[in-house]
């Protein structure tokens, strides 16, 4: 198993431009979730999805949108990028939204909008 | 706003000192709770979670503590190892372990 898989690993973008983060995971995890972590902090939660078809606004989720067409896919899309969406991305994954499991994140998107 | 908090920003030990990071939380309806480490340009790696029907929960040399009369979590790491160093949140959920709320994190350095 390759885990949660993000790519990809660094972009910069200029203020306007559109982009898609990209997020897989060959667990067959039905939960899945986005993350930004901005510099001393913990992460917060953007948007996040129970299962393919199905998704709902975490903590952060103005300027992002997101879809879950399938069970191993959940990208993440920045419609117009702004300075302020300056972060590292974390996308994770869960057995299911009531499962005994923890999340298992991936390694990130260093993501800098000029 | 953060409902999860962690006492001290930084934490440095010596290698084989036991260490202890601390947590406070501030939602009683929380229902469960996890400690993630993270290393530099890494995604968090789980360590251990707890459930709030437990007080205790041990690990391969890592404890978790949670007080619930004082919103208090610890995560205590024995016999400490340079391998150990990295920043350590605790999180909590009022769902299950979905929608996590992270604390700001505690930059533990082991020196030998």
């Known amino acids: 198993n390759a885990g949660v898989t993000q790519t990809p690993k660094f972009q910069v973008l200029k203020t306007g431009q559109s982009m898609t983060l990209q997020c897989a995971q060959d667990m067959n995890h039905e939960y899945m979730s986005w993350y930004r972590q901005d510099p001393g902090m913990g992460l917060r939660l953007i948007h996040y999805s129970v299962g393919a078809g199905i998704t709902d606004q975490g903590e952060v989720p103005n300027g992002y949108n997101v879809s879950r067409s399938t069970t191993e896919d959940f990208p993440l899309r920045l419609l117009s990028a702004a300075p302020s969406q300056t972060s590292v991305y974390f996308c994770?994954?869960?057995?299911?939204?009531?499962?005994?499991?923890?999340?298992?994140f991936g390694d990130g998107t260093r993501l800098s909008i000029l | 706003g953060e409902s999860v908090g962690l006492h001290l920003p930084t934490l440095s030990v010596q290698e084989g000192d036991n260490s202890i990071i601390n947590c406070a939380y501030s939602n009683s309806a929380s229902d469960y709770f996890i400690w993630y480490k993270q290393e530099s340009g890494k995604g968090p790696q789980f360590i251990i979670d707890i459930r709030s029907n437990m007080d205790k929960r041990q690990g391969q040399r890592v404890t978790v503590l949670l007080n619930k009369t004082v919103k208090h979590l610890s995560l205590q790491i024995a016999a400490t190892q340079p391998g150990d160093s990295a920043v350590y949140f605790c999180a909590e959920s009022i769902q299950a372990g979905t929608a996590l709320i992270f604390g700001k994190g505690t930059t533990l350095s082991v020196s030998s």
């Open positions: 994770a994954s869960k057995m299911g939204q009531r499962s005994n499991q923890p999340q298992h």
